[in-house]
């Protein structure tokens, strides 16, 4: 048994010493590689060049970086102005959007106030009318804190911007002039509500 053990213990060293050897060829393997790749390094530009001639191909060089980099600088600004000017668009076609919805509003509105004042008409109960007067003032206010604005017309130069002319009468002194308003007509900013129905001096 004890020869058996000696056996063991001698083949285990041997073992450990074949491993050794080999860790250490392993090692001297990946250090020589590391050596190889370290003197294979890639040829630099500079070979083969004068310094004068290496000095130019840097200036080359640094000229082309430069204009690459002018090149983006442009793409980049050309975008920044598209993006400026998208943006803009969006904005003025928003507001144009939330204008028109608020005209329709106002449309509206002013069918309401033309039924009050045909109403205000027919009413001889004094208490009902203040109470029709007092509903169409507070229209007329929502009116004039939107910046919707009665056009003037009476007396005004026939303007077919603003005015339909639904009536002439002869008058030579007053010739080409608005002598009546039959129907008022709204403005909302630059924008006709609607026209002003109106009689013109021919």
């Known amino acids: 048994m004890e020869k058996n053990d000696e056996m063991n213990l001698n083949e285990q060293s041997t073992t450990e010493k074949n491993d050794e050897m080999n860790l250490n060829e392993q090692s001297e393997n990946i250090s020589e590689n590391n050596k190889k790749e370290t003197v294979s ?25 430069a204009a690459l980099a002018d090149d983006f600088k442009a793409i980049s600004q050309r975008l920044k102005a598209d993006f400026e000017n998208y943006k803009k668009r969006n904005a003025s076609l928003a507001d144009e959007m939330k204008k028109l919805g608020q005209a329709s509003v106002f449309e509206k509105l002013l069918d309401v106030l033309d039924n009050l004042g045909r109403a205000k008409e027919m009413i001889k109960d004094e208490s009902s009318y203040k109470g029709f007067e007092l509903i169409e003032r507070d229209i007329l206010t929502i009116f004039e804190k939107f910046g919707v604005k009665e056009i003037e017309a009476e007396g005004k130069e026939f303007d077919a911007r603003y005015m339909n002319a639904v009536m002439r009468e002869e008058n030579p002194e007053m010739s080409g002039k608005v002598l009546q308003v039959l129907s008022k007509g709204y403005m909302f900013g630059d924008f006709v509500l609607r026209h002003a129905m109106v009689k013109v001096a021919g």
Not at 42 to 64: C, D, N, R, V
């Open 41 to 65: 390094e890639p040829k630099s530009e500079k070979e083969g060049m004068s310094p004068e001639e290496y000095i130019g191909f840097l200036e080359g060089e640094l000229a082309k970086t």
